[in-house]
């Protein structure tokens, strides 16, 4: 080990140290206090008034946050409003706003961004938004924050919105128009930002406007918002890489449209459309521009001509909800809902593109598309039994039909061929409170019956080429959870909680690399669900001015998924046992000064894998698989018609051992400052935001773990990037 090694060692177990004596801080502060806080806060930002009141309908029931065991984070429509602008996207707010979740990539791609070290289930108002028969990781970017109301996350493994939930859940929820307003209600905001060096080539803007109105009845909320990216820029003022192959977000335009109606046909019954646009399309003006590892150069970027087209996310999400809250005593809750997505990556010419029945020359350029349909219904009832008092009882059945392939555009060949997923679950939650609600259990089932159904067909000639035997695997998994939390006095919650979730491994990364001859779907894909084990002990507190919560927690997957390298730079998915471990803690607290609100965030994750199968986890998750630890530091102040935030997030120097790890992937660590003033007018609000106040020079945590001899993945972190915005909200 050399003293480079030693030192990011050293750096490293001395921040795991202070992370978790953080932890025994935070909770000996929370053993002498004496008041519960209802839900997760993110990193600071304001409460609900009366967070009792909250219904995180991510969870499939009407509870009040004080009775559900899990670690659950409400980011708020305000919340939202501030970091979209720092940052731009809604996964930029997650990754701001979540401790536990990774730093984006700032690319298209959002490959090795996990939640606790796993995977999240994104949804749109409860509509997934994967791809898990061939996961092109781009379901980040698939709505403009600017329609959101607020932001759900429920953290750790669940079933509760079925698969793909193996890190957690995050539920999008879109804006409504104002309920009982006589007259038209709406917001425009123009944007504008600048980063190296205010370059004219790294200018975006954005125009957006939404407008609604409650009518009794019925309500109506239209909306569209236009993006353009300038060319991003790193602290030493130079173009960042262009990430040719998964896509990029800076010089793209992007349009998102959203519609949302309802028709009230009683008290008790509503009827709810809402239609969700988005597309993101790469300008194509800018090529790549190799750096150089060994002295420490990273890619840039220069106009150049690109073959092929350009980058591009499209993606409709279309569902209509009923709910009537007085059938058969109960409340029925039931949605259908329908994606479309597709996604454009960048071409090249690859070894595995190649085929000399198409082109002799070993010069074939192609590029591919990942193509997702899913339709669906959630059906839930939940209703109260008198017979057996605090007694809540949910009943619901799921089913799913998702239809998959991935496509080479410019010779018609299908990579990935045509897969459909089809799943049925039926599912039941039990609620039962006691002690005048101080106690509370929760006791849940799922069972997934699922077919996976592959037509014969032929890999590339990359491959073979080889003909493989379609057919129809299937999988049975059942799904459990269980959990209580206990009000040790007024505002004062520990709970405990297991609860089982699951995802597909990427089956089409299998499918299309099957190159020995006379394979048959039926006897050598492996289907088998990668069903992970999470168990959560917690304590929440609201004390006055002080807000707190710590939660520890432990995620076993026998038979994991994991991303590993290999030659030619590419990722396949590896089974392998994962386990993964870890605390958070929040703490926030109202300052003398009228106003003011200062507060930190932690989390702390460490994960290993049994990458030799011999049944000891003894090698760490690396960089694409598992999040670094973080510290975060805010300072909120609002008063009158000022707004304002500051706040800094360090992200912790790690050195990953293990078998076959490259000592080159070690993290070493960097801390940004971002900051937000906001003063409103008679006529608007005008604000002013920074990231990366600090102007901080840094290579992204994905480009500094993952391909260590690439040169054309070798990517800084943007650099500062001022903003300024114009806002009417009416």
């Given amino acids: 080990m050399n003293a480079v ?4 060692q050293l750096g490293g177990d001395m921040k795991r140290t202070f992370l978790v004596g953080a932890a025994g801080s935070v909770l000996t502060l929370l053993t002498a206090t004496s008041v519960h806080a209802q839900t997760a806060q993110s990193s600071g930002q304001s409460v609900e008034p009366d967070v009792e009141t909250i219904v995180v309908t991510a969870t499939r029931q009407s509870l009040a946050p004080s009775a559900i065991p899990s670690t659950i984070q409400v980011i708020s429509a305000e919340e939202t409003r501030v970091q979209a602008q720092i940052g731009g996207s809604s996964i930029d707010v997650v990754s701001a706003l979540v401790p536990s979740f990774s730093p984006t990539r700032q690319k298209l791609s959002g490959r090795g961004e996990t939640l606790r070290g796993r995977p999240p289930l994104m949804l749109i108002d409860g509509v997934p938004q994967s791809t898990p028969l061939r996961d092109g990781d781009r379901d980040g970017f698939t709505i403009d924050p600017f329609f959101l109301e607020r932001i759900e996350v429920i953290y750790g493994s669940n079933a509760i919105q079925g698969v793909g939930a193996a890190g957690g859940v995050i539920n999008f929820v879109t804006a409504k128009p104002a309920a009982n307003y006589d007259g038209w209600t709406g917001a425009f ?28 009845a019925v309500d109506v909320i239209v909306g569209g918002a236009y993006e353009t990216r300038g060319v991003f820029f790193d602290g030493a003022s130079r173009a960042i890489g262009v990430d040719s192959t998964q896509g990029e977000l800076q010089d793209s335009v992007s349009f998102s449209g959203f519609l949302k109606a309802g028709v009230d046909f009683s008290d008790t019954r509503r009827l709810e459309l809402m239609v969700n646009y988005f597309t993101l399309e790469g300008n194509h003006d800018y090529i790549v521009v190799a750096g150089d590892r060994l002295l420490g150069r990273p890619a840039t970027s220069i106009k150049g001509i690109n073959l092929g087209e350009a980058a591009t996310n499209n993606a409709w999400t279309v569902s209509a909800t009923y709910t009537d809250g007085d059938l058969f005593g109960g409340t029925l809750t039931a949605q259908l809902f329908a994606t479309d997505f597709e996604s454009v990556f960048g071409g090249g010419i690859f070894a595995d593109f190649q085929d000399p029945r198409i082109q002799t020359a070993p010069t074939l350029f192609d590029q591919s598309s990942n193509n997702s349909d899913k339709h669906g219904f959630k059906l839930g009832w939940e209703r109260k039994f008198e017979a057996v008092p605090g007694l809540r009882v949910t009943l619901g059945l799921d089913g799913l039909e998702d239809a998959t392939f991935q496509e080479l555009i410019k010779t018609g060949r299908k990579w990935v061929p045509d897969v459909k997923l089809t799943s049925t679950a039926p599912f039941a939650q039990a609620n039962l409170a006691l002690l005048d609600s101080r106690l509370n259990f929760a006791v849940g089932v799922r069972q997934e019956t699922a077919t996976i159904k592959v037509p014969t067909y032929d890999t590339l000639y990359f491959y073979g080429p080889a003909r493989v035997e379609g057919g129809e ?35 089409g990364r299998v499918l299309r690399a099957v190159s020995k001859p006379n394979q048959s779907v039926s006897t050598f894909l492996d289907v088998t669900p990668v069903v992970s084990d999470n168990i959560e002990v917690g304590v929440e507190v609201n004390a006055g001015p002080i807000q707190a919560s710590l939660a520890h927690f432990w995620s076993t997957s026998k038979l994991g998924a994991l991303l590993e390298l290999k030659a030619g730079d590419v990722f396949e998915v590896q089974r392998q046992r994962t386990e993964i471990s870890g605390f958070e803690g929040t703490l926030s607290a109202r300052t003398p000064i009228t106003g003011l609100k200062v507060s930190a965030a932690f989390a702390s994750l460490l994960g290993k894998t049994d990458k030799n199968r011999d049944g000891v986890v003894d090698t760490d998750l690396d960089g694409l698989n598992i999040s670094p630890d973080r510290v975060t530091l805010a300072a909120d102040y609002q008063n009158g018609p000022w707004r304002a935030r500051l706040s800094r997030n360090e992200f912790v120097a790690r050195r990953f051992t293990g078998i076959g790890l490259d000592p080159r992937n070690n993290f070493d660590g960097y801390t940004l400052f971002d900051a937000y003033v906001r003063y409103e007018t008679s006529f608007g609000s005008i604000a002013l935001s920074a990231q990366n106040l600090t102007d901080e020079n840094y290579l992204s945590y994905d480009s500094d773990t993952r391909l260590p001899t690439n040169n054309l993945q070798y990517f800084n972190g943007r650099g500062r990037v001022i903003g300024l915005a114009f806002e009417r909200r009416f």
Avoid: C, H, I, M
């Fill in 473 to 507: 695997p299937t999988f049975e998994q059942t799904l459990s959870n269980g959990g209580a939390t206990f009000k040790l006095v007024d505002g004062f919650v520990v709970y405990a909680s297991y609860a089982q979730g699951f995802t597909l491994p990427d089956v």
């Fill in 189 to 216: 905001l123009g944007q504008a930002s600048g980063s190296g060096d205010f370059d004219s080539n790294g200018t975006s803007t954005k125009l957006a406007a939404r407008l609604g109105r409650d009518f009794g």
């Fill in 5 to 8: 090694d030693n030192q990011l």
